[in-house]
């Protein structure tokens, strides 16, 4: 009972007051049995809890000497920003000359920042990849209510998730709609108009594919080859359909939290990012998903004490110690939210350990410098999911290792047997 | 390595099978070939650097395959080309073939890869493709003449060279067709509205507008106002939200707003008005987004401002007088609006009204044929003919119950239904659909009515299926010349950014569509008719990428920067662009012109004097304005620069991308950043230096850089200068006033925060990647301006590849040649220009 009273004081202070537990008895059924031994979904045989991942992204980059500290390994001096994540040693990994290959320095490398698609990508002339997170979701499939989750704070939303056919994935809205398609059941008449909605949805796509059975006999070359991506995307979204059928009449997750403590307007950014960790929690820990990308916003918003310049602006510091000074600040505030989020995993508790032992949590960036928007030595901190955490892994700030080498590696520690990701050179096996 | 002479082979310059090896003549053989052969022209003037040893800038023409028709080999080729005609291969301090050897290769080079390129457009240069999003939301908008917002709710779309509606950028996943599905539900929920109102025209007197408002926020009103007859007269700004606003809509819909308005006591000069709305959420709209326009009162006499818009359910528009003091920030030492003593501007309102929702009785009529229809519960006792109770007053709520939901009253539902089908679908599919099409959904419809479903709910199904096929989802065009269904299509997807109108496809059913002048007179009704706004701003915002011009927010050393100077600077763009179209004038325009589009506070903000209010009017620029074209207008400048601090580099590729068609290649990898010191120390262009030195960098940007250069005296707002602006001061840096802040007072210059330090004195000079030297902007324009047809072609490029769908290929050049030919006939009008465009074979065939 202790680990309830703990959870309940922490999520009070960020902003949420929410009753507990949610423990396995209280997971859809049907959805434990399917975990065990089946290694494809990303599942640890070893262990009763599902993976997670969650990819955060903040814009901006970082100031560097405030992050970095001077020696790798473990015992590093804490600087300024890791001072906030103190508690939390040994439970994450800072990363130091990382970054995606071959980038010109521009801030549209968001686009790729979870794909590391070739630069030319930004240019417009090819499509980009497949997000690290929506390959982990074709994956986990239908096992739980929604595949990912893709969320940013108004515009954090910038387009971070990516499907196969390099069409972004859009956002899955606010948190208000988020908790009630997740938490909310809906009328016994709802439910049974969203199956009949459902339902003809499918009959649509039959209907769609008879259209363009007849419509190749018209066409060309060219414009098979295109019909014939179009009857992949049919049979995905009947899958879609079909997943989102069966769940439709599950009945969902009992959280003793109050939608209104997410749709009430956010009294400052910092604010707002608690929330929308706390509705994070809330979703891993119900099972209702396993993949999470989350955009940090901008905090252009100044309307928090002793923040005097806009985030963006400040960002731009130009080597003005008084703007650095104001940049430094919006990034400690970033970190502290961050640290109080692995706190919410780490006091989750579940199986054989804590939410955040099974939870790949990733924070990092599309910039280096902001200020001279590198798109190089971007802040990388990799957080719980079961890895021997190593402290401070310090490579190359002149040639800096692929990100994707990271990110095969993180694959790999979902149960993925593969040793590619994006354009990766390598697994980061260091990391172990 | 040494090169490959003892390699002879022949030559297969024309066979396309076999490999094209350049041999290395000797001295001797060299004298033998006759020059005008290609590979001896290569063999001559280019091996030396392009052989396999040296492959100078990665290419090798030893081995290289003539088989033109291979895709990559083909770009190459084009590469090859392209560099020899602009004259920069061979490099200047090479060997120099004769003007004459250069066209004979040219020619025949040409020849070659016009056929391969034509080969390889056998199948038509586009393939199938759906809607992009902004054209699935105006194609529903237009069809079912309702204002849905459905865009958000699809995956943003890919931008090919800066388009958002070329094929190869619109991938079909599984995402888009389960989200259509939703949008469709989305939509036909609101094209069946619970309640039908008609056209209404609300007028308020602004006395009555005053005795409407409840009482309790008379005091925030009353004593910063007047009522002069029945006007009501503002003194001060308010508020929006108890400035005087309409009635909230009942429905959604396209209105149209009026209000009569003069100003009094403002030294003669206008006092502009905001027209604004008021969202239902009072956060739902940014500070721009609410904005409908700026419009000027003028002093002596009343006159009306409008402005049309779609507007959502429980939104009212309201006015404001922008240049009032507001009411909270009245200053101490002035009287106040109640003193007896106030003697300052005021702004009269005679009367505000609102008209709406224009159309949207049509389309019902349209759609439902004006079938009755009353609530569930009373269907019987209407089919008996009883009397009803009245219901048309009801709550909108009260129609979502089932036993309340309005059923269409109809003894022969299935052919009601096979009759507004037969007239949905020809306008949803954009053409007469086959007898099968028709028999497939009328066999639906006769299928649910059969299970008993109500009329109404079959036909919101039946009309479900129709917007998720793929008849409405794409457009489907066979390969040739387009039919005159397709030809319809591709117009009004052109100038409308949408599915054509009645005419349009009544015209393509009789024929008559592909006859030159008939397809001339209707491209100028699209134009003129008020959905072609949405060409001016979707081309815009994708040519010259002003839909990102608000996107950076600048830093604080720019506190000039006002909701005025965002909004006038994104309209000045807009309103030249109109002002080209209409008026025939040359493209040329775009880079200079002695004229633009100005307001007040663009006069301020461009040191332009003699302008007074807000309303955008064609300006004459005196001779040193520094401005004209709209390369250096505001909107422009603005967003191609960071937050702190103007980039040559950004810019010039601006230039290179939208005005010469020109674009640079992307940057080599791992290039160091540059770091800004906005402490004055250096400027951006001290630290580019090094693009002269280092070769890598040097081949591109000696064409990236100039034009960047050029722009230089403008700062991230587009404000002239000759210095560069920095936080703080230094030695030697000048600390200054603000000289174009609108709020500026002259007195105050040294205690107000509107002051800036000046450091490094700007340099704009430079020399063009031809060598010709250039001072400043002005001069740099000269240059470009020798050369319109670059900018014609450039234009008719961008056009046809907006309106294609497609890249330009090599088989399209001739096309374009002939479109630059018909403007440089007519003095480069962009009118005539947009015509050839939509004349031309490229045009239209698929």
Not at chain 2, 204 to 211: A, F
Not at chain 2, 598 to 616: A, K, S, T, V
Not at chain 2, 650 to 665: D, N, V
Request: with cysteine; hydrophobic share 35%.
């Amino acid at each position: 009972m202790k680990n309830q009273l703990s959870r309940r004081t922490v999520l009070r202070a960020a902003g949420a007051s929410i009753a507990l537990p949610m423990l396995d008895a209280m997971l859809p059924s049907g959805l434990r049995a399917d975990t065990n031994g089946n290694e494809s979904n990303g599942n640890d045989p070893n262990s009763a809890a599902p993976r997670r991942i969650v990819l955060l992204h903040r814009g901006l980059g970082t100031y560097h000497p405030y992050l970095v500290p001077k020696t790798a390994g473990l015992d590093y001096e804490s600087n300024r920003y890791l001072k906030t994540l103190e508690a939390h040693r040994g439970k994450f990994t800072l990363f130091s000359g990382i970054s995606h290959q071959g980038y010109p320095n521009s801030h549209e490398t968001s686009r790729a920042i979870f794909t590391d698609a070739a630069p030319e990508s930004l240019q417009g002339t090819i499509p980009n990849t497949v997000s690290l997170d929506q390959l982990i979701a074709e994956k986990i499939g239908g096992e739980t209510r929604l595949r990912s989750l893709t969320m940013g704070s108004s515009n954090g939303a910038a387009s971070l998730s990516w499907n196969r056919k390099g069409v972004p994935v859009p956002s899955s809205g606010g948190r208000k709609e988020v908790f009630a398609r997740l938490f909310i059941d809906g009328s016994p008449e709802e439910i049974k108009t969203e199956m009949n909605r459902l339902a003809h949805g499918r009959s649509i796509l039959d209907n769609l594919r008879g259209q363009l059975q007849s419509l190749k006999l018209d066409l060309g070359g060219a414009d098979r080859d295109r019909l014939e991506v179009m009857e992949t995307s049919i049979r995905e979204a009947e899958v879609l359909l079909h997943q989102e059928e069966a769940w439709a009449s599950k009945p969902k997750p009992a959280v003793d939290a109050d939608v209104k403590e997410f749709s009430a307007r956010d009294n400052s950014w910092i604010d707002g990012d608690n929330r929308w960790y706390a509705l994070m929690r809330l979703a891993l820990q119900t099972d209702s998903t396993r993949v999470i990308v989350y955009g940090i916003s901008e905090h252009n918003n100044t309307n928090v004490q002793d923040l005097e310049i806009g985030h963006h602006d400040a960002s731009h510091h130009g080597k003005d110690p008084a703007k650095i000074e104001q940049f430094a600040r919006y990034e400690e505030k970033d970190y502290q939210n961050f640290a109080k989020f692995l706190d919410l995993l780490n006091e989750t508790k579940e199986a054989d350990g804590s939410l955040l032992d099974h939870t790949q949590v990733l924070l990092t960036s599309n910039l280096g410098d902001a200020s001279a928007h590198a798109s190089n030595n971007l802040p990388t901190i990799l957080a719980g999911g079961g890895f021997k955490h190593q402290g401070h892994m310090a490579f190359d700030e002149a040639n800096n290792l692929p990100l994707s080498n990271l990110y095969a590696r993180m694959l790999q520690q979902f149960g993925i047997e593969t040793d590619r990701f994006g354009r990766n050179k390598g697994v980061l096996t260091e990391l172990v | 390595m040494t090169k490959p002479t003892a390699c002879k082979m022949r030559f297969a310059w024309n066979t396309v099978l076999a490999i094209f090896f350049i041999v290395i003549p000797t001295q001797a053989q060299a004298q033998v070939h006759a020059l005008n052969k290609p590979e001896a022209f290569f063999a001559k003037f280019c091996l030396d650097c392009h052989d396999a040893s040296a492959k100078e800038g990665g290419l090798s023409l030893v081995g290289l395959s003539a088989k033109y028709s291979d895709p990559e080999l083909h770009k190459t080729w084009v590469r090859i080309f392209d560099r020899i005609r602009a004259g920069e291969m061979p490099p200047k301090d090479e060997l120099q073939p004769t003007a004459k050897q250069r066209e004979v290769l040219l020619a025949e080079l040409e020849q070659k890869l016009h056929e391969a390129s034509l080969q390889q457009q056998k199948d038509g240069r586009v393939t199938i493709r759906r809607l992009s999003r902004a054209e699935y939301e105006n194609t529903i908008r237009d069809l079912l003449d309702i204002p849905v917002e459905v865009q958000s709710r699809l995956p943003e779309d890919n931008l090919i060279d800066g388009f958002d509606n070329i094929s190869q950028g619109l991938e079909t996943s599984a995402t888009h067709l389960v989200r259509y599905q939703e949008a469709a539900d989305l939509a036909l929920v609101h094209a069946m509205p619970p309640r039908l109102s008609g056209l209404t025209i609300k007028r308020m007197t602004g006395k009555e507008w005053l005795e409407w408002r409840p009482k309790i926020y008379h005091k925030g009103i009353v004593p910063w106002s007047r009522i002069e007859g029945d006007s009501f007269v503002f003194r001060a700004q308010l508020y929006k939200h108890g400035s005087v606003h309409t009635d909230r809509t009942k429905v959604a819909g396209r209105y149209r707003f009026r209000a009569s308005v003069r100003a009094i006591n403002n030294q003669g000069k206008p006092i502009p008005v905001d027209i604004g709305r008021i969202s239902t959420d009072r956060f739902g709209h940014a500070e721009l987004e609410h904005l409908l326009g700026i419009q000027d009162a003028v002093e002596g006499e009343s006159r009306i401002i409008e402005a049309e818009a779609h507007l959502i359910t429980g939104e009212s528009v309201y006015v404001s007088p922008r240049t009032l003091t507001l009411f909270r920030s009245w200053p101490k030492d002035v009287p106040k609006p109640d003193d007896p003593k106030f003697d300052g501007p005021e702004l009269v309102v005679d009367w505000i009204e609102l008209e709406g929702p224009l159309g949207l009785g049509d389309a019902f009529e349209s759609f439902f044929g004006g079938m009755k229809r009353v609530p569930d519960r009373f269907v019987e006792d209407a089919k008996a003919g009883k009397k009803l109770q009245d219901w048309s007053r009801w709550n909108v709520n009260e129609f979502q119950k089932p036993h309340n939901r309005l059923r269409f009253i109809t003894e022969t539902p299935k052919e009601d239904a096979a009759r507004l089908l037969g007239q949905f679908l020809p306008q949803a599919m954009r053409r007469p659909p086959t007898q099968d099409q028709l028999d497939f959904y009328i066999g639906r419809a006769n299928t649910l009515l059969d299970s008993g479903m109500p009329l109404d709910e079959v036909l919101i199904k039946v009309y479900k299926e129709v917007l998720c096929s793929m008849q409405f989802l794409f457009r489907i065009e066979k390969p040739g010349k387009l039919d005159d269904f397709a030809l319809a299509s591709r117009l009004s997807y052109f100038l409308w950014n949408s599915m054509p109108d009645d005419e349009l496809l009544e015209l393509a059913a009789r024929g008559e569509l592909r006859k030159p002048e008939v397809l001339r007179t209707q491209a100028e009704r699209l134009l003129k008719h008020r959905k072609g706004q949405r060409f001016v701003t979707h081309f815009t915002d994708h040519w010259l990428n002003l839909a990102e011009t608000l996107d950076m927010k600048p830093d604080n050393l720019y506190r000039e920067f006002d909701e005025e100077l965002a909004w006038s600077m994104t309209e000045e763009t807009r309103r030249f662009f109109v002002e080209v179209l209409d008026n025939n004038l040359p493209v040329t325009d775009f880079v200079h012109s002695d004229w633009s589009m100005l307001n007040e506070r663009l006069g301020l903000h461009y040191d332009i004097d003699g302008i007074q209010g807000m309303n955008m009017r064609r300006v004459k620029l005196p001779a040193d304005a520094h401005r004209g074209g709209v390369i250096t207008q505001a909107s422009i400048l603005k967003l191609t620069t960071n937050a702190t601090y103007t980039s040559p580099i950004k810019r010039g590729a601006w230039i290179l991308e939208r005005i010469l068609g020109t674009p640079p290649a992307p940057p080599p990898p791992n290039v160091e950043a540059i770091e800004p010191d906005i402490r004055g120390a250096v400027t951006i262009r001290e630290q580019m230096a090094l693009h002269k030195t280092q070769q890598v960098c040097a081949s591109c940007h000696r064409k990236i850089d100039p034009p960047g250069f050029a722009l230089e005296n403008y700062d991230i707002l587009g404000g002239w200068r000759e210095r560069y602006r920095v936080s703080k001061g230094g030695e030697g840096i000048d600390y200054v006033p603000l000289a174009n802040h609108p709020n500026r007072k002259k007195e105050s210059w040294k205690t107000s925060p509107q002051r800036v330090y000046l450091a490094k004195p700007v340099e704009a000079f430079g020399e063009t990647s031809a060598g010709e030297a250039f001072a400043d902007i002005d001069e740099y324009k000269k240059i470009l301006l020798r050369d319109p047809n670059q900018i014609a072609r450039n234009l008719a490029e961008k056009l046809l590849v907006y309106s294609t769908g497609s890249p330009i290929e090599f088989a399209d050049r001739r096309s374009v040649e002939k479109i630059v030919k018909a403007a440089r006939e007519d003095n480069y009008g962009f009118r005539t220009l947009l015509h050839a465009v939509i004349q031309s074979p490229v045009f239209q065939s698929k």
